[in-house]
C-alpha cells in the first residue's frame, strides 16, 4: 500500500457512515506523554527507578497502595499531576473535525487511563476506558463497590519519588487507590468500565455502515486493543486504519500506516483538504 495509504485511508474516512477510534500508549505520546514500552522506555520517564531495578510492572502493582501507600502514590500522583497539565495534541481535534464534517457516529476505545479524549473534548458517553481511569479512585480494601472523581492534588517528592499526603476512603478511612486495573490486581473494581462497555455493546448493536476504525498508537505487547479493532471489521463494509510506528502491520486488505498518531491523521487530513 505504501505511499497511497493515506489516500485510501482518506477514502475510507469520506465515505464512512460509523467510526469507532481505538487507542493504546501511543497516542498521547505526541502530546508529551511518556512511552513506557519496555524498562528503558521506563526509565527515560522515570530515571529515579533505575538504581532500585524498578520498572513499570513493578511500580504500577496495587499492592504498594497497602504495604506502602507513599511510595504507590508517589508514581501515581506524579502520572496525575502529568496527565492533568498535558493539553491533547491537534490529532484530537482532527478526529472530531472528521465526525462534525462527515455527520460520523462514533466511540472511543482506549487502554489509555490519562482522559485525554475527555479533555480534548470527546463526550463521556462515547468513551470506553477498559483500564479503568486515574481521575477516578475507589477504596484500597475495597469496603464497598462506591468509585469517586479524584479531586485531589497530591504532592510528591521527586527526589524520592514518595507522595507526601494521599486521598482515603470517605466511607471507612483506609487508603484510597485509583481505579486502574494494574498487574496481579485482584481488588479492581470494574463497575465503571462495564457500564462503558454496555454503551459501547449498545452502540456496536445499531452500527450502520460502513463502519471505519481507526487504531492509534496500540502494541502488541498487551494486544487488548489490536485484538478489538480486528474483530470490529470483519464485516465486508468496514476497514481498520492502524496507525503505528513500529507496528504497522495489518491485516489483509486493512490499511496500514508506520508513522506516529498526529503525523498519521495530518497525513490523512491532507489528503481530505485536498480534494
Given amino acids: 500500500m505504501g505511499r497511497q495509504a493515506p489516500a485510501i485511508a482518506a477514502a475510507a474516512v469520506r465515505g464512512a457512515k460509523t467510526l469507532v477510534i481505538t487507542a493504546g500508549a501511543g497516542m498521547g505520546v505526541d502530546s508529551g506523554l511518556p512511552d513506557f514500552r519496555g524498562p528503558q522506555g521506563f ?7 533505575q538504581p532500585l531495578g ?7 502493582n496495587p499492592g504498594h497502595f497497602e504495604s506502602d501507600p507513599g511510595f504507590g502514590w ?10 492533568r497539565q498535558t493539553e491533547p495534541h491537534e490529532g484530537f ?8 464534517r462527515y455527520a460520523l457516529r462514533t466511540f472511543v476505545v482506549t487502554s489509555n487511563v490519562d482522559g485525554q479524549f475527555q479533555k480534548a473534548g470527546f ?14 479512585l475507589q477504596c484500597t480494601v475495597p469496603c ?12 510528591v517528592d521527586y527526589t524520592t519519588m514518595r507522595a507526601q499526603d494521599y486521598p482515603h476512603c470517605p466511607h471507612c478511612g483506609a487508603v484510597a487507590r485509583p481505579n486502574i486495573l494494574m498487574f496481579g490486581d485482584y481488588t479492581w473494581l470494574g463497575k465503571r468500565s462495564a457500564c462503558q462497555q454496555q454503551r459501547f455493546e449498545h452502540f456496536l ?11 492509534l498508537g496500540a502494541g502488541t505487547t498487551i494486544p487488548t486493543i489490536r485484538h478489538l479493532s480486528q474483530r470490529l471489521v470483519r464485516g465486508s ?39
Avoid: C
Avoid at 43 to 49: G, H, N, S, T, V
Fill in 144 to 155: 464497598s463497590s462506591r468509585i469517586w472523581e479524584h479531586d485531589q492534588d497530591i504532592f
Fill in 93 to 100: 481535534g482532527l478526529l472530531r473535525t472528521w465526525i462534525a
Fill in 123 to 136: 463526550s463521556e458517553e462515547t468513551i470506553l476506558e477498559v483500564h479503568g481511569s486515574i481521575h477516578h
Fill in 43 to 49: 526509565w527515560r520517564a522515570y530515571p529515579m527507578y
Fill in 54 to 60: 524498578i520498572d513499570f510492572i513493578d511500580a504500577a
Fill in 205 to 215: 448493536a445499531n452500527v450502520k455502515g460502513p463502519l471505519v476504525v481507526i487504531e
Fill in 237 to 275: 463494509d468496514s476497514r481498520l486504519i492502524r496507525i503505528n510506528p513500529r507496528e504497522a502491520q495489518a491485516p489483509h486488505g486493512q490499511i496500514s500506516l508506520a508513522m506516529g498518531a498526529l503525523e498519521g491523521l495530518l497525513r490523512i487530513e491532507a489528503v481530505l483538504q485536498g480534494e
Fill in 74 to 83: 508517589g508514581f501515581y500522583g506524579h502520572r496525575t499531576r502529568l496527565y
